[in-house]
């Protein structure tokens, strides 16, 4: 499966397209370490664990494309598929999450463009986590580009499981046995039973080291 190319040029086009899908992954990811940076000065505690990056493949975005009947072109990639380039930010704990999404919606250059909030309405599978779609200008010589990038936030209880959930569906091809996906609905309630309870104990932790530096 390839993305169709008619001449030289095109190709130059789907490096430059990668290029600068690749610039606005690093320009979000510089932001975020910035941002994880100030929060350790101001409040000695840093909300993102770890970040996580990637460009979706050639094949992957042609699989996408054919699915929502579009053509296999560099112009439709652009347009049509909003994951390109993705960033996933690994957090402790749930209130984390949106502590982490306010930082990056206040950011003047960073454009929102939708949030998709799977942790309030988590799907059926049970999977949680925080998208949001954005865009973030790059600036090349002659030109800026607003490039999209999809933001997944979540904890490190939720981001285990998505990724056993991942590597299980592709092993089945998106039709696991029924007793698989009842086990693994019912894993993504003690992953979430975890963080609720994960947060109440730094919450109490928290709450004691004010009291004792109030002593």
Not at 163 to 181: Q, V
């Amino acid at each position: 499966m390839e993305l169709r190319v008619e001449r030289d040029s095109d190709v130059d086009s789907w490096k430059e397209v990668i290029l600068i899908y690749n610039s606005a992954l690093k320009q979000i990811a510089t932001k975020l370490e910035i941002l994880n940076d100030e929060f350790q000065h101001v409040h000695r505690y840093n909300p993102i664990e770890h970040i996580k990056s990637r460009i979706k493949t050639a094949e992957s975005i042609v699989k996408k494309l054919k699915r929502h009947g579009y053509e296999s072109t560099i112009e439709n990639m652009v347009k049509y598929v909003n994951d390109i380039a993705g960033i996933r930010v690994i957090c402790s704990f749930t209130s984390d999450i949106y502590e982490i999404a306010d930082m990056i919606s206040n950011q003047r250059d960073i454009r929102v463009i939708s949030v998709k909030d799977y942790i309030v309405k988590p799907k059926d599978s049970g999977y949680k986590s925080y998208h949001m779609l954005v865009t973030v200008p790059v600036y090349l010589s002659d030109r800026i580009v607003d490039t999209k990038v999809e933001i997944q936030i979540r904890t490190v209880a939720m981001d285990f499981w998505a990724s056993l959930e991942h590597k299980i569906h592709y092993k089945f091809e998106g039709n696991a046995p029924d007793h698989i996906r009842d086990e693994l609905v019912e894993c993504a309630r003690m992953v979430s039973d975890l963080d609720d309870r994960m947060l109440s104990l730094n919450e109490q932790v928290q709450r004691f080291q004010k009291v004792y530096q109030d002593s």
